[in-house]
Protein backbone atom coordinates (compact mmCIF):
# COMPACT_ATOMS: atom_id res chain seq x y z
CA UNK A 1 0.00 0.00 0.00
CA UNK A 2 1.45 3.19 -0.77
CA UNK A 3 1.47 6.44 0.97
CA UNK A 4 -1.48 7.94 -1.32
CA UNK A 5 -3.42 5.11 0.02
CA UNK A 6 -2.79 6.35 4.18
CA UNK A 7 -5.90 7.94 5.54
CA UNK A 8 -5.33 11.87 6.79
CA UNK A 9 -6.15 12.57 9.19
CA UNK A 10 -6.47 9.15 11.51
CA UNK A 11 -9.09 9.92 14.13
CA UNK A 12 -9.14 8.70 17.24
CA UNK A 13 -12.57 9.57 18.96
CA UNK A 14 -12.67 8.45 22.82
CA UNK A 15 -16.26 8.13 24.07
CA UNK A 16 -15.25 8.27 27.58
CA UNK A 17 -17.81 6.30 29.51
CA UNK A 18 -19.70 4.62 26.66
CA UNK A 19 -19.08 0.72 27.55
CA UNK A 20 -20.87 -2.27 25.60
CA UNK A 21 -23.35 -3.99 28.67
CA UNK A 22 -26.52 -5.66 28.17
CA UNK A 23 -29.56 -4.20 27.25
CA UNK A 24 -31.53 -3.32 30.10
CA UNK A 25 -34.03 -0.61 30.86
CA UNK A 26 -31.51 1.31 32.43
CA UNK A 27 -28.61 0.88 30.17
CA UNK A 28 -28.57 4.61 29.21
CA UNK A 29 -27.22 4.01 25.48
CA UNK A 30 -29.19 1.31 24.61
CA UNK A 31 -32.33 3.43 25.36
CA UNK A 32 -30.97 6.49 23.70
CA UNK A 33 -32.19 7.48 20.07
CA UNK A 34 -28.69 6.96 18.28
CA UNK A 35 -29.14 6.72 14.85
CA UNK A 36 -25.71 7.29 13.68
CA UNK A 37 -23.61 5.21 16.01
CA UNK A 38 -26.38 2.32 14.95
CA UNK A 39 -25.89 3.14 11.26
CA UNK A 40 -21.70 3.68 12.05
CA UNK A 41 -21.59 -0.03 13.96
CA UNK A 42 -23.88 -2.04 11.70
CA UNK A 43 -21.95 -0.93 8.30
CA UNK A 44 -18.23 -0.61 9.00
CA UNK A 45 -15.81 -3.46 11.41
CA UNK A 46 -16.70 -3.66 14.83
CA UNK A 47 -14.83 -4.90 17.49
CA UNK A 48 -14.90 -4.86 21.20
CA UNK A 49 -11.98 -4.37 23.76
CA UNK A 50 -11.95 -5.49 27.46
CA UNK A 51 -10.62 -1.89 29.29
CA UNK A 52 -10.69 -3.25 32.94
CA UNK A 53 -8.93 -5.31 35.47
CA UNK A 54 -5.53 -6.90 34.30
CA UNK A 55 -6.62 -5.93 30.62
CA UNK A 56 -5.23 -2.73 31.32
CA UNK A 57 -2.59 -3.34 34.09
CA UNK A 58 -5.21 -3.82 37.27
CA UNK A 59 -6.27 -6.22 39.86
CA UNK A 60 -8.17 -8.22 39.45
CA UNK A 61 -12.02 -7.16 39.93
CA UNK A 62 -10.90 -3.90 39.15
CA UNK A 63 -12.87 -1.43 36.92
CA UNK A 64 -11.02 0.53 34.43
CA UNK A 65 -10.85 4.47 34.53
CA UNK A 66 -10.38 7.42 32.24
CA UNK A 67 -6.59 7.82 33.71
CA UNK A 68 -5.58 3.96 33.21
CA UNK A 69 -7.62 3.97 29.98
CA UNK A 70 -5.71 6.66 28.06
CA UNK A 71 -2.67 5.45 29.11
CA UNK A 72 -3.04 2.11 27.65
CA UNK A 73 -4.62 3.98 24.71
CA UNK A 74 -1.48 5.69 23.92
CA UNK A 75 1.19 3.37 25.24
CA UNK A 76 0.54 0.64 22.98
CA UNK A 77 1.43 -2.15 26.04
CA UNK A 78 -0.47 -3.11 29.26
CA UNK A 79 1.04 -0.68 31.82
CA UNK A 80 1.39 -1.66 35.54
CA UNK A 81 -0.63 0.83 37.31
CA UNK A 82 0.10 2.53 40.91
CA UNK A 83 -3.43 0.43 42.49
CA UNK A 84 -1.54 -3.18 42.17
CA UNK A 85 2.16 -1.41 42.18
CA UNK A 86 1.40 0.39 46.06
CA UNK A 87 -0.48 -3.00 46.86
CA UNK A 88 2.53 -5.20 46.06
CA UNK A 89 4.46 -3.02 48.09
CA UNK A 90 2.70 -3.23 51.06
CA UNK A 91 2.09 -7.11 51.21
CA UNK A 92 6.17 -7.33 50.39
CA UNK A 93 6.63 -5.47 53.65
CA UNK A 94 8.22 -2.92 51.88
CA UNK A 95 6.34 0.18 53.61
CA UNK A 96 7.97 0.03 56.73
CA UNK A 97 11.59 0.35 54.73
CA UNK A 98 10.77 3.16 52.98
CA UNK A 99 13.52 5.87 53.33
CA UNK A 100 11.16 8.84 52.57
CA UNK A 101 8.55 7.32 54.96
CA UNK A 102 11.05 6.82 57.86
CA UNK A 103 12.32 10.04 57.30
CA UNK A 104 8.39 11.55 57.14
CA UNK A 105 8.04 10.21 60.62
CA UNK A 106 11.27 10.90 62.01
CA UNK A 107 10.91 14.62 61.36
CA UNK A 108 7.22 15.14 62.93
CA UNK A 109 8.21 12.79 65.92
CA UNK A 110 11.19 14.85 66.74
CA UNK A 111 9.08 17.81 66.91
CA UNK A 112 6.24 16.56 67.91
CA UNK A 113 4.20 18.00 65.36
CA UNK A 114 0.76 16.22 63.35
CA UNK A 115 1.12 14.43 60.62
CA UNK A 116 -1.58 14.94 58.29
CA UNK A 117 -3.09 12.29 55.83
CA UNK A 118 -5.67 13.26 53.35
CA UNK A 119 -7.18 10.95 50.57
CA UNK A 120 -10.12 9.70 48.96
CA UNK A 121 -11.65 7.68 52.05
CA UNK A 122 -13.05 4.51 49.51
CA UNK A 123 -12.08 1.14 48.33
CA UNK A 124 -13.21 2.34 44.70
CA UNK A 125 -9.35 1.89 43.62
CA UNK A 126 -9.69 4.54 41.15
CA UNK A 127 -8.04 8.08 42.80
CA UNK A 128 -7.30 5.83 45.98
CA UNK A 129 -7.88 2.96 47.98
CA UNK A 130 -8.35 3.20 52.00
CA UNK A 131 -6.39 0.10 52.86
CA UNK A 132 -3.41 1.87 51.68
CA UNK A 133 -4.10 4.67 53.83
CA UNK A 134 -4.41 3.10 56.27
CA UNK A 135 -1.22 1.48 56.38
CA UNK A 136 0.08 4.57 56.26
CA UNK A 137 -1.59 6.10 59.35
CA UNK A 138 -1.04 2.66 61.24
CA UNK A 139 2.48 3.00 60.72
CA UNK A 140 2.91 6.89 61.69
CA UNK A 141 0.58 6.36 64.53
CA UNK A 142 2.39 3.48 65.83
CA UNK A 143 5.77 5.22 65.65
CA UNK A 144 4.27 7.96 67.82
CA UNK A 145 3.27 10.50 65.83
CA UNK A 146 -0.24 12.10 66.09
CA UNK A 147 -2.12 11.63 62.76
CA UNK A 148 -5.14 13.76 61.93
CA UNK A 149 -6.98 11.94 58.74
CA UNK A 150 -8.42 14.23 56.59
CA UNK A 151 -11.66 11.81 54.48
CA UNK A 152 -12.55 12.81 51.40
CA UNK A 153 -15.61 11.07 50.61
CA UNK A 154 -16.32 9.22 47.04
CA UNK A 155 -19.94 7.82 46.35
CA UNK A 156 -18.86 8.49 42.32
CA UNK A 157 -16.79 5.27 42.17
CA UNK A 158 -18.48 3.85 44.58
CA UNK A 159 -22.21 3.86 45.79
CA UNK A 160 -23.26 6.93 46.86
CA UNK A 161 -24.16 6.17 50.50
CA UNK A 162 -21.13 3.80 51.12
CA UNK A 163 -19.40 6.52 52.82
CA UNK A 164 -20.15 5.64 56.70
CA UNK A 165 -19.31 2.22 56.08
CA UNK A 166 -15.79 2.76 55.35
CA UNK A 167 -15.23 5.50 57.87
CA UNK A 168 -16.37 2.85 59.98
CA UNK A 169 -14.07 0.15 58.37
CA UNK A 170 -11.00 2.80 58.21
CA UNK A 171 -11.04 3.50 61.87
CA UNK A 172 -11.05 0.09 62.65
CA UNK A 173 -7.44 -0.56 61.25
CA UNK A 174 -6.14 2.66 61.58
CA UNK A 175 -4.21 2.21 64.24
CA UNK A 176 -5.42 4.92 66.57
CA UNK A 177 -5.43 7.38 63.55
CA UNK A 178 -8.44 9.89 64.25
CA UNK A 179 -10.43 11.46 61.30
CA UNK A 180 -10.32 14.88 61.85
CA UNK A 181 -12.14 16.25 59.07
CA UNK A 182 -14.94 14.78 56.26
CA UNK A 183 -15.13 16.40 53.00
CA UNK A 184 -17.35 15.35 49.79
CA UNK A 185 -15.11 14.80 47.17
CA UNK A 186 -16.66 17.71 44.91
CA UNK A 187 -15.33 20.32 47.23
CA UNK A 188 -11.91 18.56 47.74
CA UNK A 189 -10.76 16.85 44.60
CA UNK A 190 -12.06 19.53 41.57
CA UNK A 191 -9.90 19.39 38.56
CA UNK A 192 -11.92 22.33 36.67
CA UNK A 193 -10.21 25.35 38.46
CA UNK A 194 -13.70 25.92 40.81
CA UNK A 195 -12.12 27.56 43.09
CA UNK A 196 -15.03 28.31 45.38
CA UNK A 197 -15.12 24.94 46.13
CA UNK A 198 -11.60 23.98 46.85
CA UNK A 199 -11.66 27.54 49.18
CA UNK A 200 -13.90 25.36 50.94
CA UNK A 201 -11.89 22.08 51.28
CA UNK A 202 -9.35 24.34 52.07
CA UNK A 203 -10.57 26.24 54.98
CA UNK A 204 -11.44 22.84 56.07
CA UNK A 205 -8.17 21.41 56.81
CA UNK A 206 -6.26 24.32 57.24
CA UNK A 207 -8.50 26.72 59.97
CA UNK A 208 -11.21 24.08 60.59
CA UNK A 209 -13.71 25.84 59.35
CA UNK A 210 -17.16 24.41 58.30
CA UNK A 211 -19.58 22.23 59.39
CA UNK A 212 -18.91 20.67 63.34
CA UNK A 213 -19.75 17.19 64.27
CA UNK A 214 -18.48 15.12 66.89
CA UNK A 215 -18.79 12.03 65.10
CA UNK A 216 -17.72 11.50 61.14
CA UNK A 217 -20.14 8.76 61.33
CA UNK A 218 -22.72 10.01 62.81
CA UNK A 219 -22.40 13.08 60.43
CA UNK A 220 -22.34 11.02 57.46
CA UNK A 221 -25.69 9.11 58.15
CA UNK A 222 -27.27 12.48 59.05
CA UNK A 223 -26.32 14.09 56.21
CA UNK A 224 -28.14 10.90 54.19
CA UNK A 225 -31.37 11.89 55.85
CA UNK A 226 -31.37 15.06 54.46
CA UNK A 227 -30.60 13.46 51.24
CA UNK A 228 -27.18 14.33 50.47
CA UNK A 229 -24.84 11.57 48.88
CA UNK A 230 -20.97 11.18 49.85
CA UNK A 231 -19.61 13.20 46.81
CA UNK A 232 -22.12 16.03 48.63
CA UNK A 233 -20.79 16.29 52.15
CA UNK A 234 -20.26 19.60 52.93
CA UNK A 235 -17.45 20.28 54.94
CA UNK A 236 -17.00 19.28 58.40
CA UNK A 237 -14.19 19.51 61.03
CA UNK A 238 -14.70 16.43 62.95
CA UNK A 239 -14.72 16.75 67.75
CA UNK A 240 -11.72 18.95 68.46
CA UNK A 241 -9.52 19.35 65.44
CA UNK A 242 -8.16 22.82 65.45
CA UNK A 243 -6.50 23.28 62.16
CA UNK A 244 -3.26 22.47 60.49
CA UNK A 245 0.05 24.51 62.09
CA UNK A 246 3.08 25.68 60.86
CA UNK A 247 5.76 22.40 61.33
CA UNK A 248 3.39 19.83 61.11
CA UNK A 249 3.45 17.38 58.05
CA UNK A 250 1.29 16.79 54.92
CA UNK A 251 1.12 13.29 52.87
CA UNK A 252 -1.42 13.27 50.29
CA UNK A 253 -2.56 9.18 49.93
CA UNK A 254 -4.04 9.29 46.72
CA UNK A 255 -2.31 7.80 43.68
CA UNK A 256 -4.24 9.49 41.02
CA UNK A 257 -3.30 12.37 40.24
CA UNK A 258 -5.58 15.00 38.25
CA UNK A 259 -7.93 15.38 41.00
CA UNK A 260 -5.77 16.29 43.62
CA UNK A 261 -3.45 18.88 42.42
CA UNK A 262 -5.74 21.56 42.87
CA UNK A 263 -5.67 21.22 46.58
CA UNK A 264 -1.88 20.19 47.15
CA UNK A 265 -1.30 23.49 44.96
CA UNK A 266 -3.41 25.45 47.30
CA UNK A 267 -1.62 23.42 50.16
CA UNK A 268 2.19 24.14 49.52
CA UNK A 269 2.62 26.79 46.91
CA UNK A 270 3.55 29.57 48.03
CA UNK A 271 2.70 31.30 44.75
CA UNK A 272 -0.56 29.93 44.83
CA UNK A 273 -3.15 32.52 43.80
CA UNK A 274 -6.47 30.60 43.10
CA UNK A 275 -8.26 32.01 45.81
CA UNK A 276 -7.36 34.37 48.95
CA UNK A 277 -5.66 32.10 51.53
CA UNK A 278 -6.75 32.46 54.98
CA UNK A 279 -3.04 31.79 55.46
CA UNK A 280 -0.83 29.61 54.55
CA UNK A 281 1.13 26.24 56.10
CA UNK A 282 4.72 26.20 56.59
CA UNK A 283 4.88 22.15 56.60
CA UNK A 284 7.91 20.71 57.66
CA UNK A 285 7.34 17.62 55.68
CA UNK A 286 5.60 17.01 52.15
CA UNK A 287 5.06 13.73 51.17
CA UNK A 288 2.50 12.20 48.01
CA UNK A 289 1.58 8.56 47.15
CA UNK A 290 2.72 9.22 43.33
CA UNK A 291 3.77 12.07 41.41
CA UNK A 292 1.38 14.88 41.01
CA UNK A 293 3.06 17.30 38.23
CA UNK A 294 6.15 18.22 37.84
CA UNK A 295 5.49 21.78 39.54
CA UNK A 296 3.99 19.80 42.46
CA UNK A 297 7.80 17.18 42.33
CA UNK A 298 9.75 20.37 43.43
CA UNK A 299 7.68 20.71 46.61
CA UNK A 300 6.69 17.60 47.66
CA UNK A 301 8.59 13.94 47.34
CA UNK A 302 6.71 10.77 46.00
CA UNK A 303 6.71 7.28 47.83
CA UNK A 304 6.56 5.64 44.48
CA UNK A 305 7.96 7.80 41.82
CA UNK A 306 6.69 7.56 38.58
CA UNK A 307 7.77 4.77 36.02
CA UNK A 308 8.35 6.05 32.96
CA UNK A 309 6.29 4.97 29.59
CA UNK A 310 8.63 5.18 26.91
CA UNK A 311 8.15 5.23 22.37
CA UNK A 312 3.95 5.94 23.51
CA UNK A 313 2.26 6.87 20.30
CA UNK A 314 2.44 10.52 20.37
CA UNK A 315 6.19 10.12 20.84
CA UNK A 316 6.61 8.17 17.82
CA UNK A 317 4.33 10.32 15.46
CA UNK A 318 6.52 13.43 16.31
CA UNK A 319 9.98 11.74 15.37
CA UNK A 320 8.25 10.94 12.45
CA UNK A 321 7.39 14.36 11.47
CA UNK A 322 3.68 13.58 11.73
CA UNK A 323 1.99 16.66 13.15
CA UNK A 324 -0.82 15.37 15.68
CA UNK A 325 -3.93 17.50 17.63
CA UNK A 326 -5.08 16.87 20.77
CA UNK A 327 -9.02 18.43 21.79
CA UNK A 328 -11.67 17.78 24.33
CA UNK A 329 -13.25 20.04 26.96
CA UNK A 330 -11.66 20.69 30.37
CA UNK A 331 -12.85 17.90 32.20
CA UNK A 332 -10.58 15.47 30.47
CA UNK A 333 -7.76 17.66 29.15
CA UNK A 334 -5.47 15.69 31.13
CA UNK A 335 -6.17 12.61 29.47
CA UNK A 336 -5.92 13.70 26.20
CA UNK A 337 -2.90 15.01 26.68
CA UNK A 338 -0.92 14.01 29.77
CA UNK A 339 -2.13 10.33 30.43
CA UNK A 340 -2.22 9.84 26.50
CA UNK A 341 1.66 10.45 26.39
CA UNK A 342 2.45 8.49 29.26
CA UNK A 343 2.71 10.69 31.93
CA UNK A 344 4.66 13.26 30.08
CA UNK A 345 3.51 17.02 30.68
CA UNK A 346 5.76 18.24 27.50
CA UNK A 347 4.31 18.68 24.32
CA UNK A 348 6.05 16.79 21.59
CA UNK A 349 7.14 18.40 18.71
CA UNK A 350 4.63 18.67 16.21
CA UNK A 351 2.07 18.35 18.42
CA UNK A 352 -0.95 21.19 18.87
CA UNK A 353 -3.71 21.25 21.66
CA UNK A 354 -7.34 22.87 22.08
CA UNK A 355 -8.98 23.22 24.96
CA UNK A 356 -12.27 23.64 25.44
CA UNK A 357 -13.91 24.60 28.86
CA UNK A 358 -16.48 22.64 30.43
CA UNK A 359 -19.67 24.12 31.20
CA UNK A 360 -19.77 26.04 34.95
CA UNK A 361 -22.90 23.87 36.34
CA UNK A 362 -22.84 22.60 39.78
CA UNK A 363 -23.36 18.69 38.33
CA UNK A 364 -23.39 17.95 34.71
CA UNK A 365 -26.68 16.65 35.01
CA UNK A 366 -27.89 19.90 34.33
CA UNK A 367 -26.60 20.41 30.93
CA UNK A 368 -25.89 16.59 29.65
CA UNK A 369 -24.83 17.85 26.71
CA UNK A 370 -21.07 19.80 28.31
CA UNK A 371 -19.58 21.03 25.59
CA UNK A 372 -19.64 18.39 23.17
CA UNK A 373 -21.09 20.64 20.32
CA UNK A 374 -18.43 23.41 20.85
CA UNK A 375 -15.55 20.44 20.40
CA UNK A 376 -17.30 19.00 17.52
CA UNK A 377 -17.26 22.47 16.17
CA UNK A 378 -13.39 22.66 16.60
CA UNK A 379 -12.69 19.40 15.57
CA UNK A 380 -14.80 19.14 12.49
CA UNK A 381 -12.66 22.86 11.31
CA UNK A 382 -9.42 20.29 11.95
CA UNK A 383 -10.10 17.39 10.19
CA UNK A 384 -11.14 19.91 7.42
CA UNK A 385 -8.19 21.63 7.40
CA UNK A 386 -5.49 19.08 6.17
CA UNK A 387 -3.14 19.91 8.42
CA UNK A 388 -3.26 17.11 10.98
CA UNK A 389 -2.16 13.22 10.63
CA UNK A 390 -3.75 12.37 13.69
CA UNK A 391 -6.25 13.70 16.19
CA UNK A 392 -7.68 12.55 19.07
CA UNK A 393 -10.32 13.87 20.47
CA UNK A 394 -12.67 12.83 24.00
CA UNK A 395 -16.33 13.42 24.28
CA UNK A 396 -16.85 13.26 28.17
CA UNK A 397 -20.53 13.52 28.39
CA UNK A 398 -21.29 9.46 29.56
CA UNK A 399 -18.94 9.36 32.02
CA UNK A 400 -19.43 12.18 33.25
CA UNK A 401 -23.21 12.34 33.41
CA UNK A 402 -23.39 8.92 33.79
CA UNK A 403 -21.47 9.53 37.40
CA UNK A 404 -24.43 11.56 38.54
CA UNK A 405 -26.85 8.88 38.31
CA UNK A 406 -29.76 10.53 36.52
CA UNK A 407 -30.83 8.38 34.18
CA UNK A 408 -32.78 10.40 32.03
CA UNK A 409 -29.64 13.14 31.86
CA UNK A 410 -27.68 9.95 30.76
CA UNK A 411 -30.08 9.04 27.65
CA UNK A 412 -29.46 12.88 26.80
CA UNK A 413 -26.09 12.98 27.37
CA UNK A 414 -25.27 9.70 24.75
CA UNK A 415 -27.99 11.03 21.95
CA UNK A 416 -26.19 14.30 21.85
CA UNK A 417 -22.32 12.51 21.36
CA UNK A 418 -24.57 10.51 18.88
CA UNK A 419 -25.22 13.95 17.24
CA UNK A 420 -21.67 15.20 17.10
CA UNK A 421 -20.31 11.69 15.85
CA UNK A 422 -22.72 11.88 12.78
CA UNK A 423 -20.73 15.41 11.91
CA UNK A 424 -17.37 13.81 12.62
CA UNK A 425 -17.88 10.36 10.30
CA UNK A 426 -19.20 12.93 7.63
CA UNK A 427 -15.52 15.02 8.23
CA UNK A 428 -13.73 12.13 8.21
CA UNK A 429 -15.33 10.78 5.58
CA UNK A 430 -15.22 13.77 3.02
CA UNK A 431 -11.61 14.58 4.13
CA UNK A 432 -10.19 11.12 2.88
CA UNK A 433 -9.51 10.28 6.63
CA UNK A 434 -10.30 7.10 9.16
CA UNK A 435 -11.54 7.31 12.59
CA UNK A 436 -11.52 4.03 15.37
CA UNK A 437 -14.11 5.02 17.87
CA UNK A 438 -13.76 3.65 21.06
CA UNK A 439 -13.78 4.01 24.25
CA UNK A 440 -11.65 4.26 27.93
CA UNK A 441 -13.98 2.43 30.05
CA UNK A 442 -17.67 2.07 31.16
CA UNK A 443 -20.40 3.73 32.72
CA UNK A 444 -23.35 5.13 30.91
CA UNK A 445 -24.31 1.40 29.93
CA UNK A 446 -25.37 0.77 33.42
CA UNK A 447 -27.64 3.09 35.24
CA UNK A 448 -29.14 1.64 38.76
CA UNK A 449 -27.57 -0.50 40.49
CA UNK A 450 -28.60 -4.31 40.31
CA UNK A 451 -28.78 -5.59 43.55
CA UNK A 452 -30.50 -1.89 45.65
CA UNK A 453 -32.21 -0.58 42.14
CA UNK A 454 -30.28 2.97 43.22
CA UNK A 455 -28.33 5.07 41.41
CA UNK A 456 -25.50 3.52 39.46
CA UNK A 457 -22.80 5.99 39.93
CA UNK A 458 -19.42 4.14 39.44
CA UNK A 459 -17.36 2.83 36.69
CA UNK A 460 -17.98 -0.05 35.10
CA UNK A 461 -16.04 -3.55 34.33
CA UNK A 462 -17.55 -3.95 30.55
CA UNK A 463 -15.51 -3.97 27.43
CA UNK A 464 -15.99 -1.43 25.22
CA UNK A 465 -16.54 -1.17 21.43
CA UNK A 466 -14.75 -0.20 19.09
CA UNK A 467 -15.53 0.58 15.67
CA UNK A 468 -13.52 1.66 12.46
CA UNK A 469 -14.88 4.52 9.57
CA UNK A 470 -13.41 5.31 6.53
CA UNK A 471 -11.23 2.60 5.45
CA UNK A 472 -13.54 1.08 3.13
CA UNK A 473 -12.68 -2.40 1.48
CA UNK A 474 -9.13 -1.91 2.63
CA UNK A 475 -9.92 -3.13 6.15
CA UNK A 476 -12.51 -6.51 6.18
CA UNK A 477 -12.96 -6.52 9.52
CA UNK A 478 -11.66 -5.45 13.48
CA UNK A 479 -10.77 -8.50 15.59
CA UNK A 480 -11.22 -8.28 19.69
CA UNK A 481 -8.53 -7.12 21.74
CA UNK A 482 -7.96 -4.65 24.29
CA UNK A 483 -7.28 -0.96 25.18
CA UNK A 484 -3.71 -1.47 24.18
CA UNK A 485 -4.07 -2.53 21.21
CA UNK A 486 -5.12 0.83 19.74
CA UNK A 487 -1.96 2.24 19.35
CA UNK A 488 -0.88 -0.84 17.36
CA UNK A 489 -3.92 -0.51 15.28
CA UNK A 490 -3.33 3.40 14.48
CA UNK A 491 0.22 3.27 13.48
CA UNK A 492 -1.08 0.35 11.08
CA UNK A 493 -3.30 2.65 9.69
CA UNK A 494 -0.78 5.56 9.10
CA UNK A 495 1.27 3.08 8.02
CA UNK A 496 3.90 3.41 10.37
CA UNK A 497 6.08 0.48 12.19
CA UNK A 498 5.34 -0.41 15.57
CA UNK A 499 8.25 -0.38 18.07
CA UNK A 500 9.29 -3.83 20.23
CA UNK A 501 8.27 -1.37 23.58
CA UNK A 502 4.78 -1.95 21.94
CA UNK A 503 3.44 -5.52 22.95
CA UNK A 504 0.02 -4.59 21.96
CA UNK A 505 -1.03 -5.85 18.41
CA UNK A 506 -2.94 -4.45 15.31
CA UNK A 507 -6.83 -4.98 15.33
CA UNK A 508 -6.84 -4.84 12.08
CA UNK A 509 -7.99 -7.81 9.39
CA UNK A 510 -7.18 -6.67 5.85
CA UNK A 511 -8.60 -8.02 2.62
CA UNK A 512 -6.36 -10.12 0.77
CA UNK A 513 -4.40 -11.06 4.34
Given at each position: ????????????????????????????????????????S????????????H??????????N?E?????????????????????????????????????????????????????M???G?????????????????????????????????S?V??????????????????A??C?????????????????????????????????????????????????????????????????????????????????????????????????????????????????????T??????????????????????????????????????????????????E?????????A??????????????????????????????????????V???????????????????????????????????????????????????????????????????????????????????????????L???????E????????????
Open positions: MTDRATPKPVVLCVLDGWGDGPDSPMNAIARADTPNWDAMATNPCGRLDASEHVGLPSGQMGSVGHMNLGAGRIVMQDLPRIDDALRNGLLPTHAELIGFIKTLKSSGRTAHIAGLSPGVHSHQDQIAALARQIAEAGVPVAVHAFLDGRDTPSGAQYLTDFSAVSGGAKITIGRYFAMDRDKRWDRVALAYNLLVDATGAQANDPVEAVQLAYENGVTDEFIEPTAISEYAGMQDGDGLLMANFRSDRVREILTALIDPEFDGFLRSRRIEFSANLGLIEYSEALNDMMPLFPALKVERVFGALLSETGRRQLRISETEKYAHVTFFFNGGREEVFAGERILVPSPDVTYNLKPEMSAFEVTKKLVQAISSGRFDFILVNYANTDMGHTGDFTAAVRAVEAVDHCLGRVRDAVIDSGGAMLVTADHGNAELMADPDTGGPHTAHTRNPVPAVLIGCGERVEGLVDGCLADVAPTLLDMHLPQPSMSGRSLLTKSGA
